[in-house]
């Protein structure tokens, strides 16, 4: 697997379906993000300004045949939406007594959306250390550490199908975080984040395989209810509405934003039909022009339990 070492180009978020990226020996590609918080990320190419996130993906399906190798079209919109609409409302919404928000990724793909809430959180609260500024090196190992005993904790937790475990990790141990643990016969990783103001340990990042009909539901009960949950692209034609929903019942309290983006395709409209009879009310939040390879408009949705 790569090295975390940085490519030359820096590309902004939103431009990432014009640049091919650079090429690994492996057969993944490594690029590097830039994503905007001070700015729409449709814009980014036009500020320095930004947190930066190594990528890795996997196009020619070097590690299996999956949806979730690649980024999709919409990932920038709803990256631009959680980054206006998220830092400032979770800061003092942790609905647990134990102070912790606790931010859940379904169908986390290359785990990039949730590698970005967990790095703009981190921003907004007085870390903006990208992986070089940590001291990755070649052999993933983060250099720096401190302690800070006054930051909020945050717990975030990144779920895909088994065949995205690798991928899924990779991505997440390139962006400076640090595995504590592995148990390979469950497919599940702990790590926690050596920053500049919140010590070891102050924000935890879990990877689990999650089938939602199924396998996995057992790491997230004993986390739930969860703060915020998204997911980018996972209503489509093979999505399992009625398991997708079901999980979210027994995950989510009424104060749990649930906040999903996608083409709006027809199995989204199924999702709208369903949500009413598993106890969620939906409310369209915006709807983005048809963007550059897509056949469908961007739609960003939530679902709140009403009861």
């Given at each position: 697997f790569p090295s975390?070492?940085?490519?030359?180009?820096?590309?902004?978020?939103?431009?990432?379906?014009e640049v091919e990226g650079k090429?690994?020996?492996?057969?993944?590609?490594?690029?590097?993000?830039?994503?905007?918080t001070t700015a729409s990320a449709t814009n980014a190419e036009n500020t320095s300004e930004g947190l930066l996130l190594?990528?890795?993906?996997?196009p020619d399906g070097v590690l299996g045949d999956s949806t979730g190798n690649c980024l999709w079209p919409a990932t920038p919109f709803l990256l631009d939406y959680l980054n206006a609409q998220i830092p400032g409302e979770l800061h003092d919404t942790s609905i647990t007594t134990d102070n912790k928000i606790k931010v859940l990724e379904l169908g986390s793909g290359t785990g990039l959306l949730?590698?970005?809430?967990?790095?703009?959180?981190?921003?907004?609260?007085?870390?903006?250390?990208?992986?070089?500024e940590l001291g990755v090196t070649n052999n993933n190992t983060p250099q720096q550490q401190s302690q800070c005993s006054d930051?909020?904790?945050?717990?975030?937790?990144?779920t895909d199908r088994a065949d995205m475990m690798t991928l899924l990790n990779e991505n997440v141990v390139a962006n400076g975080w640090q595995r504590v643990a592995h148990c390979p016969s469950n497919n599940t990783s702990n790590y926690n984040r050596p920053t500049a103001s919140c010590g070891v340990g102050r924000i935890v990042m879990d990877v689990f395989e999650v089938t939602w009909g199924s396998n996995g539901r057992e790491h997230l009960m004993p986390k739930a209810p969860f703060d915020l949950i998204v997911g980018c692209e996972i209503v489509y034609e093979e999505t399992p509405i009625k398991a997708l929903l079901s999980l979210l019942t027994g995950i989510c309290s009424t104060q749990t934003k649930v906040i999903f983006g996608g083409q709006d395709r027809p199995e989204v409209q199924d999702l709208?039909?369903?949500?009413?009879?598993?106890?969620?009310?939906?409310?369209e939040s915006q709807r983005i022009p048809t963007p550059t390879n897509a056949t469908d408009d961007v739609l960003i949705y939530v679902l709140q339990k009403t009861g």
């Open positions: 975390t070492e940085m490519p030359d180009e820096v590309i902004p978020l939103a431009k990432y379906m090429m690994l020996q492996s057969g993944l590609m490594r690029q590097t993000f830039r994503v905007d190594n990528h890795i993906s996997d949730g590698l970005a809430i967990a790095a703009n959180w981190m921003n907004n609260n007085g870390d903006s250390s990208s992986p070089q930051c909020i904790c945050m717990d975030i937790t990144l709208i039909e369903l949500a009413p009879a598993y106890g969620f009310q939906y409310e």
